[in-house]
Structures are given as C-alpha cells and as structure tokens.
Nanobody, 114 residues
Framework: QVQFVESGGGLVQPGGSLRLSCVTSGSRLGSDTMGWYRQAPGKQRELVASVTVSSRTNYADSVKGRFTISRSTAKNTLYLQMNSLKPEDTAVYYC????????WGRGTQVTVSS
C-alpha cells in the first residue's frame, strides 16, 4: 500500500529556511519521478519541484533558486530544502509520485510570517 508521511513544516519568518521530509512506503521512490506539491488556502494544489530517477530536477518558477529537492532511496525519503522563504510560500506541502500518484498524505503546514 502506497503511503506518504510528510514532516518538517512550521512557522518561519520571511527569509528563513525549512527542510521538509517525506517518508514513503510502496511508492516506488527509486523507480519513478517524485514530486513535492503545495496547496495554499483557496488555491489548487500545484507542483513545486520534481526529481527523476536519474536525479534530474525541475522547479516551478516561483521557487527556482530557493528550493532544492533530493531523495534517499536507502531511507525511502524525499526531501525539500527551502531557503529564502516568502509569505507566498505559505501552504500545506505534500509529496507523491509524479507519473502515478498514490493516495495523498496529510501534508505538512508551512507558514511564513513575521
């Protein structure tokens, strides 16, 4: 059964950093493109970063240069390093397979505010 458990969110001031983690099981972490998504209040869920099996990364324009996606197949974990955070990054963050999404986890709340 595919499962995702996200963690690492919190309240941070503008310009601060957070590192999100997503522990997966049954998700084919090592054999599929993985993505980090976010959903802000009143908005649709959007893809912010993805990493392929060959470790090729892609980022939404809004986070390019500030976020870094990575993964550890040994730990079945996907990471998102977020630097220079802005208030508009406030959202619930989720991870999932990109090509064949499984059930969504509960996500982790990121709030950027002074």
């Amino acid at each position: 059964q595919v499962q995702f458990v996200e963690s690492g969110g919190g309240l941070v001031q503008p310009g601060g950093s957070l590192r999100l983690s997503c522990v997966t099981s049954g998700s084919r972490l090592g054999s599929d493109t993985m993505g980090w998504y976010r959903q802000a209040p009143g908005k649709q869920r959007e893809l912010v970063a993805s990493v392929t099996v060959s470790s090729r990364t892609n980022y939404a324009d809004s986070v390019k240069g500030r976020f870094t996606i990575s993964r550890s197949t040994a730990k079945n974990t996907l990471y998102l390093q977020m630097n220079s955070l802005k208030p508009e990054d406030t959202a619930v963050y989720y991870c999932n397979n990109f090509n064949l999404p499984g059930p969504w986890g509960r996500g982790t709340q990121v709030t950027v505010s002074s």
